[in-house]
């Protein structure tokens, strides 16, 4: 059973903080993984993909991928309350689709 | 320009009805797929097909039944609806590049309302 879990949450942090989010996969056969950001009531919208191990930095957002520990975290610089949502980890397993984790919801703290 | 449209946005219908969801992407992406995110907000694939062809089939009741006249096009029909059926539906598009998975656009969603 291809898994990716994270922690529900809530997940608060103050503003101007780092939000650090974490997701955990069960299968080292693993090449592509996605963060997506859902705001309630609305779809879920691309923020980082990565696909090697190590870091990838876009703006206030850093993706690391530690393929041999089977996690990938979302690191989110200087927090504002526009990033509160709920923070999804996707993962590609090899089998033609994208596996979600339940994700977490992340709340900024004024 | 929406990327990936869906209609209707919201449905609201009694239970043992059948109803369709439509869903377009003007990306030129060969990839289309359909999601169900319940209550508890998990979002999980149900079909996917390239080019027309139906790739993933996730083991769905056969009340649900995807058609893709086109690889723009891929709509959703379900039959006799059941209470359990309610949930906000994704259609999704992504590239395909044959290994790699590509990310995916998702559309704003239809919310489905079984009474």
């Known amino acids: 059973q291809k898994e990716v879990e994270q922690n529900s949450g809530p997940l608060s942090v103050p503003e101007g903080a780092i939000a650090s989010l974490n997701c955990t996969y069960s299968?080292?056969?693993?090449?592509?993984f996605f963060w997506y950001r859902q705001y309630s009531g609305k779809s879920p919208e691309l923020i980082m993909s990565i696909y090697s191990n190590g870091d990838k930095e876009d703006g206030r957002f850093t993706a690391q991928l530690n393929k041999a520990s089977q996690y990938v975290s979302l690191l989110i610089r200087d927090s504002q309350p526009s990033d509160s949502a709920t923070y999804l980890c996707?993962?590609?397993?090899?089998?033609?689709?994208?596996?979600f984790g339940t994700g977490t919801r992340l709340t900024i703290i004024p | 320009d929406t990327a990936v449209s869906q209609t209707p946005k919201y449905l609201v219908t009694q239970m043992g009805n059948d109803k369709s969801i439509k869903c377009e992407q003007n990306l030129g992406h060969d990839t289309m797929y359909w999601y169900k995110q319940d209550s508890k907000k998990f979002l999980k694939i149900m079909f996917s097909?390239?080019?027309?062809?139906?790739?993933i089939n996730e083991t769905v009741p056969n009340r649900f039944s995807p058609k893709s006249p086109d690889k723009a096009h891929l709509n959703l029909h379900i039959n006799s609806l059941e209470l359990g059926d309610s949930a906000v539906y994704f259609c999704?598009?992504?590239?395909?590049?044959?290994?790699?998975?590509?990310?995916?656009?998702f559309g704003d969603g239809t919310r489905l309302s079984i009474l």
């Open positions: 299968d080292r056969v693993s090449q592509s």
């Open positions: 097909y390239n080019n027309k062809e139906l790739i």
């Open positions: 999704a598009s992504s590239p395909w590049t044959g290994g790699i998975m590509q990310p995916q656009h």
């Open positions: 996707a993962v590609d397993f090899g089998n033609e689709k994208l596996t």
